[in-house]
């Protein structure tokens, strides 16, 4: 991938928020969780836990998967910028014991 993926918090700025109506306050309540966690997530400071993908799951009918798989794909992508790629490469794959 040439771009970092799109963090979970401007699906849930543009595809919530926006699309609802829906202040930042408002979606804290509806999500029984602070306004501050829901702030940090749309400003991409805080990453998106299991608990929140069960409860924007319900909230959006979104599978808890989908907002997982969001989060893990930025996950890997800001690991891969900043593990060694040579470290990597120097790590031996395990040999099957079949063989």
């Given at each position: 991938?040439?771009?970092?993926?799109?963090?979970?918090?401007?699906?849930?700025?543009?595809?919530?928020?926006?699309?609802?109506?829906?202040?930042?306050?408002?979606?804290?309540?509806?999500?029984?969780?602070?306004?501050l966690t829901v702030n940090e997530l749309v400003k991409g400071k805080r990453a998106l836990t299991a608990s929140m993908a069960l409860r924007l799951g319900r909230l959006t009918g979104q599978s808890p998967d989908y907002w997982l798989a969001l989060q893990r794909a930025i996950d890997l992508w800001d690991a891969q910028e900043e593990v060694d790629n040579r470290t990597i490469e120097e790590i031996e794959p395990l040999q099957s014991h079949t063989e």
């Open positions: 991938m040439e771009r970092r993926p799109t963090p979970p918090g401007r699906f849930i700025q543009s595809d919530i928020l926006e699309e609802y109506g829906l202040t930042q306050d408002q979606l804290a309540q509806r999500l029984r969780v602070s306004r």
